[in-house]
Each structure stands twice: as structure tokens, then as C-alpha cells.
Nanobody, 124 residues
């Protein structure tokens, strides 16, 4: 059974920072891409960031470029999302995702495994 568990969400003021973590268990994803998505109330789940196994390939949604950084530690089967300069529009439930394929992709349906999500709320 594959499990992804996110942590690190919370309430922060605009301009602040948070670091999300996602730990995988049940199997390793040392050769698969991993990503972060988010879903605000009344909206579809959308792409935030993704990273390849090596970490050499990373991609971001335009709305978070320059503010968010995705990283991973394969020895710990973990992926992270450092979020700086947070804005109220970043408020959402953030989901970690993993895929069996090695190619970095922004497509939600390309990911095979999902965490339960962690709430991020940015106050103005």
C-alpha cells in the first residue's frame, strides 16, 4: 500500500513563508517524478510544482515562479515545497503526488498516488 503524507501547512500572514513536506511509505519513488498541486474552495485542483528524480528538472506554475521552490531527498523518500512571499490567493489545500514515470509533468491525471492534503491559509 502506497501512502503519501503531507505536513507543514498552517496559517500565515501575507508575505510570510511555509515549508511543506511529503513523506512516502510503502514503496520508494527514487526514480519517479513527484509534484505538488493545490485546490482552493470552488476551484479545480491545479498544478503548482514538480521535480524529477535527480532534481535536475523542475517546473512551476507561472503563479508561483520565483516564490516557491520544490526539492526532494530520495534517501528519505520525501519531497518539499518551500513557499515564500505568500499571498492570500495561495490559500488552498496542498496535495503531494507521485508518479511511476520519470518525466516531469504538470498533468494531474499523470500522477498515480496522492496524499490527503494539508491546508495553507494566507491572511491579508
Amino acid at each position: 500500500q502506497v501512502q503519501l503524507v503531507e505536513s507543514g501547512g498552517g496559517l500565515v500572514q501575507a508575505g510570510g513563508s511555509l515549508r511543506l513536506s511529503c513523506a512516502a511509505s510503502g514503496r520508494t519513488f527514487s526514480n519517479g517524478a513527484m509534484g505538488w498541486f493545490r485546490q482552493a474552495p470552488g476551484k479545480e485542483r491545479g498544478f503548482v510544482a514538480a521535480i524529477s528524480w535527480s532534481g535536475n528538472s523542475r517546473t512551476y506554475a507561472d503563479s508561483v515562479k520565483g516564490r516557491f521552490t520544490v526539492s526532494r531527498d530520495n534517501a528519505k523518500d520525501s519531497v518539499y515545497l518551500q513557499m515564500n512571499s505568500l499571498k492570500p490567493e495561495d490559500t488552498a489545500v496542498y496535495y503531494c503526488a507521485a508518479r511511476n514515470g520519470v518525466v516531469v509533468t504538470t498533468t494531474r491525471t499523470s500522477y498515480d498516488y496522492w496524499g490527503q492534503g494539508t491546508q495553507v491559509t494566507v491572511s491579508s
